[in-house]
């Protein structure tokens, strides 16, 4: 659980440091663009997170579904 709260939370931090890092990168040197490489490397850790989170929301769905499932057949 605390890994999908993570995960959750660099879906949102990771595009803000990437900005952060674009903002650095104009400032210092506008005519080498180094943060290309960072890009990639946030890029390959923010699709990955991705897929943590949608893994949690489909088996927290699975759950939902099957305990709905249950208490309609009771009934």
């Known amino acids: 659980m605390i890994a999908t709260y993570k995960a959750v939370k660099f879906l949102f931090l990771g595009p803000l440091i990437l900005a952060f890092l674009v903002v650095i990168n104009w400032m210092t040197s ?36 099957f305990a709905a499932y249950l208490s309609q057949r009771k009934a």
Do not use: D, E
């Open 30 to 65: 506008p005519g080498n663009w180094w943060v290309q490489w960072a890009a990639v490397g946030i890029g390959i850790a923010w699709f990955f997170s991705l897929l943590k989170v949608l893994r949690a929301v489909v088996l927290a769905g699975g759950v939902a579904a």
